[in-house]
C-alpha cells in the first residue's frame, strides 16, 4: 500500500503482513464488549459503596446484565475452539511463559519509560507483556466460569462455607483481570510505540517494518534476529 503524508514529498510504501483472523479479532472485541459490563456490574456487587444500587430493581437489572455477558463471555473462546482449533492452540502455546521473557523484563523499565530500543531483546510474535495478558486472561476467564456457574445455579445447594469461596476466587479473578486490562488499555490506547497493535485488531495485518522492529524474532526468526540485535547494541555503544 501507498501513502502520502502530509508535509513529504515522497510516497511511503507499508507492507502489510496477516497477524490476526477475522474470528479473532470478533472475539476480542465482543470479549471486550462483554467484559467492561461484566467488571462493571460485579463492581456494583462488590464495593460495599456501591451496595445501594445493588438493592431493588436497580439490583435485578445489574444481575441480570451480568449473567447475559456472562453468557456470551463463556462462549466465546469455545466458539474459537469449534472454527479455528489449531489457532486456539497456538495462541496458548505462544503466551506460556519462556526464560527469554525475563529479557524483556529487565529491559521493559528503560524501552517504555526512556525511549532505549537496543536494550530490548528480541520478541516473538507476542512480546512477554502481550503474553502476560493473555494468560491472565485465559487463567481468569477459566475461574470465572469454574465459580461463577455454581455461584449462579448453587444458591442453596452448595454448602454456604464453599459458596463464599466460591465468591472469593471470583472477586480475585476480577482483581486481578481489570488490573490487567487497565494496563493493556493504557498501552494499546495511549502508549506512541504501540500504536500498531490497535491497526492489526482492526484489520488482522501488522506493517512489515513494525513487526521487524517490536517481533523480530517472528519476522526474521530467532537467529538472524539475535544477530540483528547485537549490531544494534554495538552501534548504540559506539554513540
Ligand atoms: C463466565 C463468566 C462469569 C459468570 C458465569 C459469572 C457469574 C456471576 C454470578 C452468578 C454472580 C452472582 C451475582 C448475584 O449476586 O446475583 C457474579 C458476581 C460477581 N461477578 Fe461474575 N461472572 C462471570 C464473569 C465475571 C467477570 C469477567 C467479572 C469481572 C471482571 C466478574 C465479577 C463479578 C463480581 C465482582 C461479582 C460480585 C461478587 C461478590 O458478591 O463479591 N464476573 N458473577
Known amino acids: 500500500m501507498t501513502v502520502q503524508l502530509r508535509g513529504r514529498a515522497e510516497a511511503v510504501t507499508i507492507q502489510w503482513i496477516p497477524k490476526y483472523t477475522f474470528l479473532e479479532r470478533l472475539g476480542h472485541w465482543l470479549h471486550t464488549a462483554t467484559f467492561v459490563p461484566l467488571a462493571l456490574t460485579g463492581m456494583v456487587l462488590y ?74 531483546p528480541p520478541q516473538g510474535r507476542f512480546n512477554a507483556g502481550e503474553k502476560l495478558n493473555g494468560l491472565v486472561m485465559m487463567v481468569t476467564w477459566a475461574v470465572f466460569g469454574l465459580t461463577g456457574i455454581p455461584m449462579w445455579f448453587g444458591k442453596g445447594v452448595i454448602p454456604p462455607e464453599l459458596f463464599r469461596w466460591l465468591v472469593v476466587f471470583h472477586d480475585l479473578a476480577m482483581i486481578v483481570a481489570v488490573c490487567m486490562f487497565l494496563v493493556h488499555l493504557y498501552l494499546a490506547v495511549a502508549h506512541p510505540l504501540m500504536w500498531a497493535g490497535l491497526v492489526s485488531m482492526r484489520f488482522g495485518v501488522t506493517s512489515a517494518e513494525y513487526a521487524a522492529e517490536h517481533h523480530a524474532k517472528w519476522y526474521y526468526g530467532p537467529k538472524r534476529a539475535m544477530e540483528i540485535w547485537e549490531e544494534k547494541k554495538r552501534e548504540a555503544a559506539h554513540h
Do not use: N, T
Open 47 to 120: 464495593f460495599p459503596f456501591l451496595r445501594p444500587l445493588a438493592q431493588g430493581e436497580a439490583g435485578e437489572f445489574f444481575r441480570l446484565v451480568h449473567r447475559v455477558a456472562a453468557v456470551i463471555f463463556g462462549l466465546l473462546p469455545i466458539v474459537y475452539y469449534i472454527f479455528q482449533p489449531r489457532r486456539l492452540l497456538l495462541h496458548i502455546r505462544e503466551f506460556l511463559p519462556r526464560k527469554e521473557d525475563i529479557g524483556w523484563l529487565k529491559a521493559a523499565p528503560a524501552y517504555y519509560l526512556l525511549g532505549k530500543h537496543e536494550v530490548m
